[in-house]
């Protein structure tokens, strides 16, 4: 059973400091999304990785994938406190037929 | 498109009665997710169905939860007798592929007191 692993489960940081959350798991995923859940709504994707090694950024945020495809992280500059949310990573795993899901990190930029 | 659609928003059920949680999804994709979220265990995949057609109902947590989906806009989710470790937020997700980018509602936040 190919499981995605996410750290740190929480993170609370002031507004201006930079973070990095990361998504880890033992076997290869063909490729690897990553969602925003804000409070009260459902998860939204932010970016999807595919290469070994690529690196995407959207503004503040950097995410990469592994080279070896079993690993991602999301690199916050600068947090801001519209940052604030759960951050879900999934993978594409060798089923092709579903998504597998981390159970995310909290996290929480105080102003 | 407005998006997938779930409702209700909010259900507060007595144990033993039955819920019925409903989605409708973004017209013209294939896969349809139901998923529960809770604190402890995450977001858990329930059941999907692609083209109508339930594919992998091993989520599903006991006979007490079942799932339809009678057409390509519309499908529910029902569970009969509920009980108070079934409250969680239950979302519903669409996609053109089984792997990519899902599409969710805002969810349906039950509560069974």
């Known amino acids: 059973t190919q499981l995605l692993e996410q750290s740190p489960q929480f993170l609370s940081i002031q507004e201006g400091e930079n973070l990095t959350v990361y998504c880890n798991s033992s076997s290869v995923f063909s490729s690897l999304q990553w969602y925003r859940q804000e409070p009260g709504e459902g998860p939204v994707l932010l970016v999807t990785v595919v290469t070994g090694g690529e690196v995407k950024k959207l503004k503040r945020l950097t995410f990469q994938f592994g080279d070896a495809r079993k690993d991602s992280s999301l690199h916050i500059t600068a947090a801001q406190p519209g940052d604030t949310g759960l951050y879900l990573c999934?993978?594409?795993?060798?089923?092709?037929?579903?998504?597998?899901w981390g159970a995310g990190t909290k996290l929480i930029i105080k102003p | 498109d407005a998006g997938v659609i779930q409702s209700p928003r909010h259900e507060v059920t007595e144990m033993g009665q039955e819920v019925t949680l409903r989605c409708k999804p973004i017209s013209g994709h294939d896969y349809l997710f139901w998923y529960r979220q809770t604190m402890m265990r995450g977001l858990e995949l329930l059941i999907y169905f692609n083209n109508n057609v339930p594919i992998d109902d091993s989520g599903m947590p006991e006979d007490r939860f079942s799932a339809k989906m009678p057409n390509a806009s519309f499908s529910t989710l029902k569970i009969q007798p509920s009980e108070p470790r079934d409250s969680a937020v239950y979302f519903c997700a669409s996609s053109l592929r089984a792997t990519d980018e899902a599409f969710f509602g805002q969810g349906t936040r039950l509560t069974v007191v």
């Open positions: 999934a993978g594409e795993g060798n089923s092709n037929y579903q998504l597998i």
